[in-house]
Nanobody, 124 residues
């Protein structure tokens, strides 16, 4: 069973950048598809990005395409999300998630393991 801990959130002005990290332990990191999701107050959890086991493929939600980049370092058991050109509507709690083989990369309930989340706030 894998444990996930996110870090790197904070307050940033619109147009700025942040890089989130998700440290994994307790499992073989390279055996998991990894995803980033976010949830704003009063809204459903939203798919942000996903990356396959060896980083061969990446997937992005429409609202972040061209601005966010997901990556992973299997040697360091760490997942990353580089967020550029941030907008106030990107404000949310960001979660990383892991699953050996999620049937649908963009569906939160298809992931078995979750971190506690890190807050990202973008001011206008």
């Amino acid at each position: 069973q894998v444990q996930l801990v996110e870090s790197g959130g904070g307050l940033v002005q619109a147009g700025g950048s942040l890089r989130l990290s998700c440290a994994a332990s307790g499992g073989t990191f390279s055996r998991y598809v990894m995803g980033w999701f976010r949830q704003a107050p009063g809204k459903e959890r939203e798919f942000v990005a996903a990356i396959t086991w060896s980083a061969g493929r990446t997937y992005y939600g429409d609202s972040v395409k061209g601005r966010f980049t997901i990556s992973r370092d299997n040697a360091k058991n760490t997942l990353y999300l580089q967020m550029n050109r941030l907008k106030p509507e990107d404000t949310a709690v960001y979660y990383c998630a892991a699953d050996p083989a999620p049937p649908r990369y963009e569906v939160p309930r298809d992931y078995d393991y979750w971190g506690q989340g890190t807050q990202v706030t973008v001011s206008s």
